[in-house]
């Protein structure tokens, strides 16, 4: 299959399907978010390879802390190893770094090394990769409302936290679900959305590009006649 010719400038992805993935399996939830991290992977390779200059993955909410303890330690864990891990690979393919969300619910210790992550990517060209962590839509437009108000300023934009960021004109949900489970609520009015029922571990290049082909078909009028 060839790269589709009209692509998106930002995709975003809601990643889901992770436990029922490992429940499948007869193992842990846990084991099915180590797995996923594969699929980033894949995905942010995919991105590069096709050009798309945007992606981005919401990889925990703000809901998400209520989950048990032990999973909500084990995918920090996780996201603090993997992105050490995939540092020089950032570095190798042109890749800016970024989280956004609400930090301050973060341990000190993945924020130290969010921000060093951050400070060594910053001059990657070929794509930005955002992780949303610790993220609402419903937060970020009250945090950006709050600022907005402090500053009296009249426009909400440049204090939402991806301010300066193209809005995603694709989002991909995996594992069945159709709801958007309060993600980029402002940022998401003009987005395309794909539903695909495969599992987040199971979502790779070949499917990413059957999304961009669905992209490609896509009649964006934007609210305008043609
Ligand atoms: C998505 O997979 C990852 C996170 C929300 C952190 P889930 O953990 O939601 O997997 P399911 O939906 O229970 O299968
Ligand atoms: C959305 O998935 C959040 C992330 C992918 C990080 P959830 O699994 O938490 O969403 P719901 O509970 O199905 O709406
Ligand atoms: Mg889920």
């Known amino acids: 299959m060839n790269v589709p010719a009209i692509l998106p400038k930002h995709v975003t992805f809601i990643m889901d399907g992770n436990g029922r993935w490992a429940r499948s399996r007869g193992e842990e939830r846990l084991k099915g978010h180590i797995a996923g991290v594969e699929s980033v992977r894949a995905i942010m390779e995919a991105s590069v390879e096709f050009g798309i200059p945007y992606v981005s993955f919401f990889a925990f909410s703000e809901e998400n802390w209520g989950r048990p303890e032990a999973e909500v330690l084990g995918l920090m864990e996780l996201m603090l190893k993997s992105m050490k891990n995939e540092l020089h690979n950032f570095l190798e393919n042109g890749i800016r770094f970024l989280v956004l969300g609400n930090r301050a619910r973060l341990t000190p210790e993945l924020n130290a090394s969010i921000d060093d992550i951050e400070a060594k990517t910053a001059g990657g060209k070929r794509l930005t990769m955002i992780l949303f ?6 937060w970020d437009i009250q945090q950006a409302a709050t600022r907005m108000a402090q500053a009296g300023a009249s426009s909400i934009e440049p204090f939402l936290v991806t301010s300066g960021i193209p809005d995603p004109d694709l989002m991909i949900r995996t594992s069945g679900e159709r709801r958007i489970s309060n993600y980029l609520l402002w940022q998401l009015a003009y987005a395309e959305f794909v539903f695909t029922d495969t599992l987040w571990p199971d ?3 070949e499917e990413y590009l059957k999304a ?5 078909s896509r009649d964006r009028r934007f609210g305008k006649v043609k």
């Open 212 to 216: 961009l082909e669905e992209f490609a």
């Open 133 to 138: 962590l610790s993220y609402s839509g419903k």
């Open 203 to 205: 979502f790779r290049k």
